[in-house]
């Protein structure tokens, strides 16, 4: 912003809290949920969900484990009226599920919203009216305080009046002084009280109170103030559930609900990923799964946040951001090499770890603040490789994906060539991809020099010493050769010496059965020291151990001798 625009704002003023106590609390237990993807998330959506799917969407709350859901705004239109009508009268609302229906202060629309209710066994009443001094001042044109709080009262008498003509049902009563957050904070008490007075809250039958942040203008600690502030000066503190509801103008949705709860409050409402009017909503999925991550069960199973997700995108229309906690694509993907490599450790730490032990050991993976498979993610998208990755992430996918358990000292050899080419193509590479180059540049390198037939003979009189009998291609030239030594890959060498290609010394060897692969083979890999002192790694991949061996070690010797050099 040009300094000429930025003049024409303001401080938002703090609340005076010196003794304010938030901030040494801790989250220890989840508050109670309340969705309102079906009300608020839903107004918001350039296209709002047809019935069918707020049914469908509706069964998936369920499933999740809300059991408090705001299904809509039945005075304000018939689909939403008639949404009410399906749920109650196809039986769709579990018994532990309470619906919530909101409603503006006004006569008529409070009569529709108890007509679109009726038969239902429990359900939440929210009623709501702007109390902020700007919404006075503009929306109300100078409406006074007590012309705002009037309203609040009247439309608290006919909320109860009309719940008394359907006793059968179990009736809540939730009270919103919309845009609560920049309302100053003796008027917003004022307002909630004199609702309290109409509806005469006791612990047994508490109300709810929601301290809405409609437009998030402050800071989250500001409003943890205002949180601890309501708390505190509230009458009769247990018999209300004070609940918040936080929207995220500001970035900080969730940071506003965090410290809310260090506050004080009991209830979260939000919605799904954040859905929600403008910035949207507070995303519940994000503060569900960060109490998780603190060891806090929520009573919210995200399991399986992909179908969630799925769900969502179908129904509002909308897609989750690749950075979105939790749920974005790219949220548990590394591609800097540095991280690449301390997640590999840790996962190989844990394995070995819990390997090692009877207890459950706790998480702790660099960069991973959950294990991905906690809600539904594989290990396969963790590690991905850009011209930004290293060794460890290269050496991570062909070990998890192609099965290969290359030595530590090959994977600066093996990294530095699929980056490189990474960063030849402009692009990342796919676990394939790198599998395809591995195998192409490393594994069964045939040129210059090629062994296409090999015999071992164990000699009777010499005990553990072999006799290799290989049939060579070196430079197109077929040739045999002939050397013994005290195993297979000695007596290669040996017999490589014969036929004058030797140049080199070997200083390291290993082999294993290749993980997963769909025939029985395995995979063997050799360091070669060139007599001018340059080390190489080559592989070989072969159904039979031996002949893996051979071929790693001709592998390494020819990128030790390339054919065009
Ligand atoms: O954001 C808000 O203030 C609301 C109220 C109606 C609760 O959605
Ligand atoms: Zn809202």
């Given at each position: 912003m040009k300094s000429s625009s930025i003049s024409k704002y303001r401080p938002f003023p703090p609340v005076s809290l010196p003794d304010r106590t938030w901030p040494d609390q801790s989250i220890t237990r989840a508050p109670i949920w309340c969705s309102v993807d079906l009300r608020d998330g839903n107004q918001a959506l350039p296209t709002p969900m047809s019935i069918e799917e707020k049914l469908e969407y509706f069964d998936m709350l369920v499933r999740i484990g809300f059991t408090q859901i705001e299904v809509g705004f039945p005075s304000a239109s018939d689909t939403e009226f008639h949404f009410v009508r399906r749920l109650i009268e196809e039986n769709r609302i579990p018994e532990n599920v309470t619906i919530q229906v909101l409603v503006q202060a006004r006569e008529h629309l409070i009569q529709r919203s108890y007509e679109s209710l009726k038969g239902v066994k429990q359900a939440i009443v929210h009623l709501y009216n702007p109390t902020s001094t700007l919404q006075r001042r503009v929306t109300f044109h100078n409406a006074t305080r007590e012309d705002t709080r009037a309203i609040a009262v009247q439309g608290a008498q006919w909320v109860a009046q009309y719940a008394a003509l359907a006793p059968e049902t179990e009736w809540t009563f939730q009270y919103s002084p919309e845009s609560f957050s920049d309302t100053e904070l003796d008027f917003a008490l004022e307002c909630c009280h004199a609702v309290m007075d109409v509806w005469q809250p006791t612990p047994e039958k508490k109300i709810i109170l929601n301290l809405p942040n409609t437009v998030e203008w402050c800071l989250p600690n500001v409003h943890a103030d205002q949180i601890e502030w309501m708390c505190r000066n509230i009458r009769d503190r247990d018999s209300v559930i004070i609940s918040l509801h936080t929207h995220n103008d500001r970035g900080t949705g969730t940071a506003a609900t965090e410290l809310g709860l260090l506050a004080g409050a009991d209830r979260v409402e939000g919605t799904l990923f954040g859905n929600g009017e403008r910035t949207g909503n507070l995303d519940i999925v994000t503060v569900a799964l960060n109490m998780n991550s603190h060891g806090i069960p929520t009573g919210l199973d995200f399991s399986d946040l992909a179908s969630v997700r799925h769900v969502y995108e179908r129904c509002c229309r909308l897609v989750v951001p690749?950075?979105?906690?939790?749920?974005?694509?790219?949220?548990?993907?590394?591609?800097?090499g540095s991280h690449q490599d301390a997640i590999k450790k840790g996962l190989d730490r844990r394995d070995q770890d819990r390997a090692a032990s009877t207890e459950e050991v706790p998480w702790a993976v660099?960069?991973?603040?959950?294990?991905?498979q906690d809600i539904g993610?594989?290990?396969?998208?963790?590690i991905r490789i850009n011209s930004q990755s290293g060794k460890g992430g290269v050496a991570y996918i062909l070990d998890r994906e192609h099965g290969l358990d290359l030595p530590k000292t090959m994977h600066p050899q093996v990294g530095k060539f699929i980056y490189d080419l990474a960063d030849q193509w402009g692009r990342e590479m796919s676990a394939d991809e790198i599998g395809e180059a591995f195998h192409q540049h490393f594994a069964n390198v045939t040129s210059p020099l090629d062994v296409t037939e090999y015999e071992l003979i164990h000699l009777t009189d010499e005990r553990g010493v072999v006799e290799c009998r290989a049939t060579i291609i070196h430079q197109g030239e077929p040739k045999q050769i002939v050397g013994r030594g005290n195993g297979p890959i000695n007596a290669f060498v040996h017999a490589l010496e014969g036929g004058g290609l030797k140049d080199f010394k070997v200083t390291d060897y290993r082999s294993h059965a290749v993980r997963g692969g769909s025939d029985a083979s395995a995979a063997a890999y050799v360091q070669l020291q060139a007599d001018d002192g340059r080390l190489l790694w080559g592989a070989g991949i072969d159904s039979s151990i031996e002949m893996a061996g051979l071929r790693a070690l001709v592998s390494a010797w020819n990128l030790l001798h390339p054919a065009n050099a």
């Open positions: 690749e950075r979105q906690p939790y749920a974005g694509e790219l949220v548990f993907t590394a591609f800097s660099p960069y991973l603040t959950i294990d991905p993610r594989s290990y396969e998208a963790i």
